[in-house]
């Protein structure tokens, strides 16, 4: 099969004026399975094996409420292994704990075993919430499994803000990112940090999701192990060369979750930056969207990016399959054709720069800018209002009112505000269909 995973893109104005020293650009990258791809899968099929570790926080700020629900969460979760795959659990606090080692899921009473193990996690329960060793343990576990087509997941649970040295625990993260093992991290409460947590998962592309109420954390922890379990690709890059006299400008993932990668920096000479993207699990879309500026030229069809997209599918015997597209823009002196904007690209870049000005947000209240900081919320509320959001419009308004009486924001307050950031709207990027793409 040829492009078994699928690249495509679209440029916000396609067509560039000869007349103009300078045109900013902004580019969607799009990649998702391809057609045969996505019909793979299903409990006799499995696309792929999962080698799961469950990363379990056991400190002394949970709750009772909140450790009854998080073991009923992990064991339910747990359901969606199918026999061949690997399950690890972890707890930790303080130090870390073998709950349960990695275990090869032969039947369902292999998870009955689990289960049993994960009910009495809250016997390890005290101390601090050193999220470093429970990540270190549960990686050495990962990559003491042979790899037999799998893709390693760790999937961490946590109430609080982390203790002991954070940057320890960020330098491990990126470490375990590098052998291919991919983070995401679930948590709850008004001590959760949602802003470190999506630095720790960045490493590895991974997700970052927050649950507002208890008893939401079975169905969101049952849907994460779900989704998974859906991988169809595993060790997949995007790769963009930039043409000489192209500057790169911002990098943002826009789908599924969104977040601002930050600006991207070309290194000296080579003009090639690699975006990872981890697994691509069979019914998901991938997107990421970049911004250029590029110089006046003489009339005619240029290549500003050359996207190569990297990918393993081991259920097809594929190793270091590619696809590759060459990002185009039309340079004209026709004012009709110059004038054209596509939308679909505007509304993305309109969702995922909201990210990028929650950072600014952050950064400027941290340095009690005030007068920035108030320029913001309102930034941010029109924002929202153009995209049709009156809630979200409110509660930057509200979040303005508390700032300009408190001076602060709560860490609650703030979780709220980035989660919200990260979530898609329907009028996104669709599923692109492979035969308009072979």
């Known amino acids: 099969m040829a492009e078994e995973i ?20 902004k580019v969607l990258l799009k990649v998702n399975a391809s057609n045969a791809l996505r019909s793979m899968g299903g409990d006799s099929e499995p696309a792929l094996s999962t080698n799961m570790a469950l990363v379990l926080d056991v400190s002394s700020s949970m709750r009772a409420q909140e450790m009854g629900a998080l073991k009923e ?7 969606q292994l199918r026999p061949g795959d690997y399950i690890t659990v972890v707890a930790f606090q303080s130090v870390a704990y073998d709950i349960v080692e990695p275990t090869l899921v032969v039947d369902r009473s292999t998870l009955a075993d689990v289960r049993k193990k994960i009910e009495i996690i809250d016997e390890f329960q005290g101390g601090g919430t050193d999220m ?3 990540i270190e343990k549960a990686a050495d576990h990962l990559l003491s499994v042979p790899d037999r087509n799998q893709v390693r997941k760790l999937i961490v649970f946590t109430d609080g803000q982390v203790t002991g040295v954070p940057e320890n625990c960020l330098m491990k993260a990126a470490e375990v990112s590098m052998k291919g093992i991919g983070i995401d991290a679930l948590g709850f409460g ?12 960045s490493y590895s592309n991974g997700f970052t999701e927050y649950v507002e109420r208890p008893d939401d954390i079975r169905k969101v922890f ?4 779900q989704n998974v379990t859906n991988a169809v690709a595993k060790n997949v890059s995007l790769e963009l060369t930039f043409t000489p006299q192209i500057r790169a400008n911002r990098g943002y993932r826009f789908s599924p979750e969104i977040s601002y990668l930050g600006k991207m920096k070309l290194p000296g000479d080579v003009r090639t930056i690699s975006i990872p993207i981890g697994s691509v699990e069979k019914d998901k879309e991938y997107a990421y969207l970049v911004t250029v500026t590029v110089p006046s030229r003489e009339a005619g069809k240029v290549r500003i990016i050359k996207a190569e997209l990297v990918y393993d599918v081991p259920a097809l015997g594929v190793t270091q399959g590619s696809s590759t597209q060459s990002v185009v823009v ?13 939308g679909e690209v505007e509304k993305a870049f309109d969702e995922a720069e909201i990210g990028r000005l929650i950072e600014e947000l952050d950064s400027s209240m941290d340095k009690q800018e005030h007068q920035h900081a108030a320029m913001l919320f309102d930034i941010l509320s029109e924002r929202y209002r153009e995209l049709g959001d009156a809630e979200m419009a409110g509660h930057y308004q509200t979040l303005k009112s508390k700032y300009a009486n408190a001076g602060s924001l ?8 980035r989660h919200r950031s990260t979530q898609k709207r329907d009028s996104g990027v669709q599923l692109v269909d492979a035969s308009s793409l072979i």
């Open 6 to 25: 699928l690249l495509d893109y679209v440029v916000d104005r396609p067509n560039v004026s000869i007349s103009q020293d300078e045109t900013d650009l």
């Open 73 to 79: 969460a992990a064991s339910a979760a747990i359901d």
């Open 132 to 134: 470093e060793y429970g």
């Open 190 to 201: 008004k001590e959760f940090d949602y802003k470190f947590m999506q630095r720790l998962v």
């Open 222 to 225: 049952q849907q994460r192990v």
């Open 330 to 342: 039309n340079y004209t002196d026709d004012p009709q054709a110059i004038a054209q904007i596509n």
């Open 410 to 417: 709560s860490q609650e307050d703030m979780n709220y505000t």
